[in-house]
């Protein structure tokens, strides 16, 4: 398997553009079911999540080509009506196939997704979702069948205890869109993922009303069409960078990102006492000199503070001189990177959903081990931050959300090397 080898290399400084999102083109392309024309996406991010939700399209029925990079037609003529668990199992993103199915086929039999290292990943809403819309829902054997034979437009309230739910939304938004009648989804997610999401779903045809608020008005129509979209830029990918390069005090202009897509990171950002100027095609992170603060936050549903920034925010916040309680909000254990930064030589307590982090802390190199994609992100940050030479292993998990990261970061000065673990000092090989 592969490992990063980083070397602390002081700032960053360079241009980095931000390439289009994994939260928005694993919807999307699911989305493509709804039609039996040919949808062509560009800006799709090269992913393992992006190649391996190909596969599962591709395994219902839908013709595929990649005639160049980031470009994917998908053509859904042919469609059936089964998503398995060996598929489902490896990518819980592959639930947002039961609304397309349900819309296009009336009838869905998809594996129910497991959780992960961050958490319970329920799919209560969803479901929830489809029973308003008089769809028969049916879970046995670890699988969820639906007969949506009678599906019908409806209101459907998609809060839970957490705030709402994004791939929920997609679902249900999806599954309304070929759903006769008028369905009202009310406290939608208002990521700008869905309202990419949104976007396509238009430009197919559907007719959606409230984009980008919390209520969604869906008329349901006889069939929906081909046409082409590009994929929203990576806010995430954005927040990383611009982290990576407050970490190093560098000097960065993260590209292809609007400002207002990081509203709350960026507000906690200033608050920390990080300089970012706006520039014409994106965000320039200036140096800080040492000038960071503490700074609480608390993770929300958008358009607050991203839970998906929160671990890279720890490592950052590790590096002021003082106190910062970031409470996680969406996933309350969704702290596997404090350990490891610990590692690291940073001062993080757990206590219940928040972490206690007292800095400043001198980052020093470790051998660690990634957990979950944003953790992973978090250790680099850190790595790039130390002294010393750092040794990540499993880094398979960052190489299913972030494209070409080392080669990025490269580019901006960092050292960091993929290298397989066979080259990795014995002595600090972690099985
Ligand atoms: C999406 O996951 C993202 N993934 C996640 O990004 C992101 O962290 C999350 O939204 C929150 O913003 C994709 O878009 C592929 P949710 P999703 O349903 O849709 C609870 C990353 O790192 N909930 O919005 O699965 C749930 O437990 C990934 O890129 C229910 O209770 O998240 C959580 O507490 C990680 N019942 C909260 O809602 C449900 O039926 C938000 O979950 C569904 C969710």
Aim: net charge negative; with cysteine.
């Amino acid at each position: 398997m592969d490992v990063f080898r980083v070397k602390g290399n002081g700032p960053l400084s360079g241009t980095i553009e931000v390439g289009g999102a994994k939260n928005a083109a694993l919807p999307l392309l699911a989305a493509c079911l709804l039609t039996k024309e040919t949808v062509r996406l560009t800006r799709v991010p090269d992913l393992s999540d992006i190649r391996f939700m190909v596969e599962i399209l591709r395994h219902v029925g839908a013709k595929i080509e990649n005639p160049e990079p980031g470009t994917w037609e998908i053509n859904a003529a042919q469609l059936s009506h089964i998503a398995p668990y060996e598929l489902v199992r490896k990518m819980r993103a592959s639930i947002c196939l039961l609304g397309p199915l349900v819309a296009r086929l009336r009838r869905a039999e998809v594996s129910i997704p497991g959780g992960c290292v961050i958490g319970p990943r329920p799919i209560d809403l969803h479901l929830k979702g489809l029973k308003k819309l008089h769809c028969d829902v049916r879970i046995e054997h670890g699988y969820v069948f639906i007969d949506a034979e009678d599906m019908r437009g409806s209101v459907v309230f998609l809060g839970g205890r957490n705030g709402s739910t994004v791939t929920g939304t997609a679902n249900i938004l999806m599954a309304a869109t070929l759903a006769p009648g008028t369905t009202r989804i009310e406290c939608a997610a208002c990521e700008p993922e869905i309202v990419d999401l949104c976007k396509l779903l238009t430009k197919m045809g559907a007719c959606i009303e409230g984009i980008g608020s919390p209520e969604l008005v869906v008329q349901g129509v006889e069939e929906l069409h081909g046409c082409e979209h590009p994929v929203i830029a990576d806010r995430i990918e954005a927040g990383t960078f611009i982290a990576a390069a407050a970490i190093t005090n560098g000097n960065v202009l993260v590209k292809g990102i609007a400002p207002n897509l990081l509203g709350a990171f960026l507000d906690k950002l200033e608050e920390a006492g990080v300089p970012i100027e706006p520039e014409a095609d994106g965000l320039r992170v200036l140096p800080h000199n040492g000038k960071l603060r503490p700074v609480d936050c608390i993770t929300l549903p958008y358009p607050g503070f991203p839970t998906d920034l929160q671990a890279q925010f720890c490592a950052l916040m590790a590096c002021t001189d003082g106190i910062s309680i970031i409470t996680e909000r969406i996933y309350p254990n969704r702290f596997m990177h404090v350990p490891e930064l610990q590692r690291m030589g940073a001062d993080i307590a757990i206590e219940g959903p928040s972490a206690i982090v007292k800095g400043p802390c001198k980052f020093s190199g470790a051998p660690v081990m990634a957990s979950d994609l944003r953790a992973s992100a978090a250790l680099i940050l850190a790595a790039m931050a130390a002294n010393d030479e750092t040794w990540i292993q499993r880094i398979y998990h960052l190489d299913r959300g972030y494209e070409h990261f080392e080669h990025k970061l490269a580019a901006l000065g960092a050292k960091i090397e993929r290298l397989d673990d066979s080259e990795m000092p014995h002595e600090l090989y972690q099985e």
